[in-house]
């Protein structure tokens, strides 16, 4: 009962989130990432309907916010990256070669790096990060 009313409170909170008029800004964009993730709305329609449920949880997150990549790059996402909600935005359309606002407008791989951030410099590369770019 209890993992129920947590899906249940999840799915709220992302209807919710994407129904507000006008686009969402990067922390809500990330909030909704996280309650479309937890929510798991879509779990068992891929045999039913042959589209599997994160290319429907990336449409959900792409058709309710401008920023996908501003997401990715946001200062919280940064310094403390959600792997699952980043790799969302990625399968929404971010750009993983997007500038971000720190060390001299560096590229959001540059800055993981830097950062020691492991496993997003790895789903960056996964998604086809330019490793040459300057930064």
Same mark, same amino acid.
């Given at each position: 009962?209890?993992?129920?009313?947590?899906?249940?409170?999840?799915?709220?909170?992302?209807?919710?989130?994407?129904?507000?008029?006008?686009?969402?800004?990067?922390?809500?964009?990330?909030?909704?990432?996280?309650?479309?993730?937890?929510?798991?709305?879509?779990?068992?329609?891929?045999?039913?309907?042959?589209?599997?449920?994160?290319?429907?949880?990336?449409?959900?997150?792409?058709?309710?916010?401008?920023?996908?990549?501003?997401?990715? +790059?946001?200062?919280?996402?940064?310094?403390?990256?959600?792997?699952?909600?980043?790799? $969302? &935005?990625?399968?929404? !359309? #971010? @750009? *993983?070669?997007?500038?971000?606002?720190?060390?001299?407008?560096?590229? +959001?791989?540059?800055?993981?790096?830097?950062?020691?951030?492991?496993?997003?410099?790895? $789903? &960056?590369?996964?998604? !086809? #990060? @330019? *490793?040459?770019?300057?930064?």
């Amino acid at each position: 009962m209890h993992v129920f009313l947590c899906r249940s409170g999840h799915a709220l909170m992302a209807f919710m989130l994407s129904r507000q008029e006008g686009k969402l800004n990067r922390q809500q964009t990330m909030e909704l990432g996280h309650h479309i993730l937890k929510a798991h709305i879509f779990k068992g329609l891929s045999k039913k309907t042959g589209v599997s449920s994160s290319v429907l949880q990336a449409l959900w997150i792409s058709c309710s916010t401008d920023g996908l990549s501003a997401a990715l +790059v946001s200062l919280r996402n940064l310094y403390t990256p959600n792997v699952k909600v980043s790799r $969302l &935005l990625m399968l929404g !359309g #971010a @750009n *993983v070669n997007y500038r971000t606002e720190v060390l001299n407008n560096a590229p +959001v791989l540059c800055v993981q790096a830097h950062l020691g951030h492991q496993e997003t410099v790895s $789903l &960056l590369l996964e998604f !086809g #990060a @330019n *490793v040459d770019v300057v930064s």
